[in-house]
């Protein structure tokens, strides 16, 4: 139940007189009516407030609940007074403090009463303190608050029901907030409101005066109880609407620091699949089939972010793959013509894990394609720059409909799966402890637009566990990661 279902149900037993029991010594509703009745023709005779239509009687069809013997059915409207608003134009109100307080609306009005930004010299409906007023029409109609200044003119989107002697204004202001749902169902118009003669003509269930007080106290003496609940309900709303995030980065944090599956010593070591790496990269170099790069100072246990396993290695990113370069902005001479063979790779293609081919452009006609710039089924691009939660970030690229090229914001990875498991390399390049990383490489004037240099992502660090382990981990992600989506 949340806190506005409870305290809903608590004015719903209160104006069906569960909430406190009835004492035959208060008298009965039908005796105060009398009263509210003799009270509402003095006014009307001191020219206090206006004479009303009469009301049709209460059918039996239209009492919602049974209320107790000592209670009494009737029409809102016979036992209230309400006073509706008038607009000004704009030369007829002023903000320079001159004349009577002038509210239009729910802006004008807080949870303790009116909020004062306008005047006016020529008011003609007016409420005063305490009476109840009701926002009737536009954003927030349906609010009511106590008014607590001595007179004020109210604007068409204000109803206000005028302050009576016998009859609590407290219990009065609790019922309309109990049926709130049903006079919003009653009103009519274009915009959103609630129509005088639904106000007028909603049945009212009456109790005697010392039980309207005697219900109030009592709802006033559970509201800070309300309150309590509803400070634990917001935090367990805000863990709960967190804990599918919480959870699915701290499976990824554990996935990095060798604590999501087990290590076995027949699968090697990191440190032997480093050699193997290294070995080859040698003879790729050696077969001119890649470049050799300039070497990488050693890893420092001080760049060391967390602990690993014995059987893991920290390496740098150029360490383990083949190359790492960036693409260059296409650029042509006429006027773009479509092509659809042929695309640029955007930043917004690169999603955390995952490659949206759909948004990349195409490129001009007449644009002569660069081969060395040409993304593969199986390349991991990364985003150069960007906002900072979007650059760095990693996918890899598993289908191409269209023949794909790098732009000037994007990486591109090449390795092999022989040694490294890609699904792995980009699971851990954006997994929440290596981002942390990539942010300290980033350079930039503010959050919203970074860049990371090609240079400074070779010498981004992964955890590297053998082979066979960093498939395991996929696996064990793969089956969990989806489980986090179910709890959104």
Same mark, same amino acid.
């Given at each position: 139940?949340?806190?506005?279902?409870?305290?809903?149900?608590?004015?719903?037993?209160?104006?069906?007189?569960?909430?406190?029991?009835?004492?035959?010594?208060?008298?009965?509703?039908?005796?105060?009516?009398?009263?509210?009745?003799?009270?509402?023709?003095?006014?009307?005779?001191?020219?206090?407030?206006?004479?009303?239509?009469?009301?049709?009687?209460?059918?039996?069809?239209?009492?919602?609940?049974?209320?107790?013997?000592?209670?009494?059915?009737?029409?809102?409207?016979?036992?209230?007074?309400?006073?509706?608003?008038?607009?000004?134009?704009?030369?007829?109100?002023?903000?320079?403090?001159?004349?009577?307080?002038?509210?239009?609306?729910?802006?004008?009005?807080?949870?303790?009463?009116?909020?004062?930004s306008r005047w006016t010299e020529t008011p003609r409906n007016f409420a005063y303190r305490g009476d109840i007023l009701l926002v009737c029409k536009g954003s927030g109609y349906g609010k009511t608050v106590f008014c607590d200044v001595d007179e004020v003119h109210i604007a068409r989107q204000i109803m206000?029901?005028?302050?009576?002697?016998?009859?609590?204004?407290?219990?009065?202001?609790?019922?309309?907030?109990?049926?709130?749902?049903?006079?919003?169902?009653?009103?009519?118009?274009?915009?959103?409101?609630?129509?005088?003669?639904?106000?007028?003509?909603?049945?009212?269930?009456?109790?005697?005066?010392?039980?309207? =007080?005697?219900?109030?106290? +009592?709802? @006033?003496?559970? /509201? !800070?109880? $309300?309150?309590?609940? #509803?400070?634990?309900?917001?935090?367990?709303?805000?863990?709960?609407?967190?804990?599918?995030?919480?959870?699915?980065?701290?499976?990824?944090?554990?996935?990095?620091?060798?604590?999501?599956?087990?290590?076995?010593?027949?699968?090697?070591?990191?440190?032997?699949?480093?050699?193997?790496?290294?070995?080859?990269?040698?003879?790729?170099? =050696?077969?001119?089939?890649? +470049?050799? @790069?300039?070497? /990488? !100072?050693? $890893?420092?246990?001080? #760049?060391?972010?967390?602990?690993?396993?014995?059987?893991?290695?920290?390496?740098?990113?150029?360490?383990?793959?083949?190359?790492?370069?960036?693409?260059?902005?296409?650029?042509?001479?006429?006027?773009?013509?479509?092509?659809?063979?042929?695309?640029?790779?955007t930043t917004t293609a690169i999603q955390k894990g995952f490659f949206d081919e759909k948004q990349n452009k195409v490129l001009p006609q007449d644009f002569v394609i660069n081969p060395l710039m040409q993304v593969h089924i199986g390349d991991i691009l990364i985003t150069r720059a960007g906002p900072t939660?979007?650059?760095?970030?990693?996918?890899?690229?598993?289908?191409?409909?269209?023949?794909?090229?790098?732009?000037?914001?994007?990486?591109?990875?090449?390795?092999?799966?022989?040694?490294?498991?890609?699904?792995?390399?980009?699971?851990?390049?954006?997994?929440?402890?290596?981002?942390?990383?990539?942010?300290?490489?980033?350079?930039?004037?503010?959050?919203?637009?970074?860049?990371?240099?090609?240079?400074?992502?070779?010498?981004?660090?992964?955890?590297?566990?053998?082979?066979?382990?960093?498939?395991?981990?996929?696996?064990?992600?793969?089956?969990?990661?989806?489980?986090?989506?179910?709890?959104?």
């Amino acid at each position: 139940m949340t806190p506005q279902e409870l305290k809903n149900s608590i004015l719903q037993l209160a104006i069906q007189g569960k909430l406190v029991e009835q004492r035959p010594e208060e008298g009965t509703a039908e005796e105060l009516f009398l009263r509210i009745q003799e009270e509402k023709q003095r006014l009307i005779a001191e020219k206090k407030i206006k004479k009303e239509k009469p009301l049709p009687e209460i059918t039996e069809d239209e009492k919602p609940f049974d209320i107790p013997e000592s209670w009494k059915w009737v029409r809102f409207g016979t036992v209230i007074s309400l006073v509706s608003g008038t607009d000004f134009k704009p030369e007829e109100y002023n903000d320079q403090g001159r004349g009577t307080v002038y509210i239009t609306g729910a802006s004008n009005l807080s949870e303790n009463g009116v909020i004062i930004s306008r005047w006016t010299e020529t008011p003609r409906n007016f409420a005063y303190r305490g009476d109840i007023l009701l926002v009737c029409k536009g954003s927030g109609y349906g609010k009511t608050v106590f008014c607590d200044v001595d007179e004020v003119h109210i604007a068409r989107q204000i109803m206000a029901i005028k302050q009576m002697n016998s009859l609590n204004m407290s219990f009065t202001r609790y019922f309309l907030q109990a049926n709130l749902i049903y006079l919003k169902a009653k009103g009519q118009g274009v915009i959103p409101g609630i129509d005088r003669a639904s106000v007028l003509n909603v049945p009212f269930p009456l109790p005697p005066l010392v039980e309207q =007080k005697r219900i109030v106290a +009592k709802i @006033e003496e559970l /509201l !800070p109880y $309300i309150d309590r609940y #509803e400070q634990a309900w917001s935090k367990l709303e805000k863990f709960n609407s967190r804990f599918p995030e919480d959870m699915k980065r701290s499976l990824l944090q554990y996935a990095i620091q060798g604590k999501l599956v087990e290590q076995r010593s027949e699968e090697g070591t990191a440190e032997e699949l480093f050699e193997q790496i290294q070995k080859e990269k040698h003879r790729l170099i =050696k077969e001119k089939k890649i +470049k050799k @790069e300039k070497p /990488l !100072p050693e $890893i420092t246990d001080d #760049e060391k972010p967390f602990d690993i396993p014995e059987s893991w290695k920290w390496v740098r990113i150029q360490d383990i793959s083949w190359f790492i370069d960036a693409g260059k902005s296409p650029k042509c001479n006429k006027q773009p013509v479509c092509d659809k063979e042929w695309g640029v790779i955007t930043t917004t293609a690169i999603q955390k894990g995952f490659f949206d081919e759909k948004q990349n452009k195409v490129l001009p006609q007449d644009f002569v394609i660069n081969p060395l710039m040409q993304v593969h089924i199986g390349d991991i691009l990364i985003t150069r720059a960007g906002p900072t939660n979007r650059t760095g970030v990693a996918c890899l690229v598993k289908k191409i409909k269209h023949n794909l090229i790098l732009s000037d914001k994007t990486l591109r990875i090449n390795m092999t799966n022989d040694f490294v498991y890609k699904n792995y390399i980009v699971m851990a390049i954006n997994s929440p402890p290596i981002r942390s990383l990539i942010i300290d490489l980033m350079s930039g004037m503010d959050k919203q637009q970074v860049n990371i240099s090609q240079n400074k992502y070779k010498t981004l660090l992964i955890p590297l566990p053998p082979l066979a382990e960093q498939r395991r981990i996929v696996e064990k992600l793969e089956l969990l990661l989806p489980l986090c989506e179910r709890l959104k």
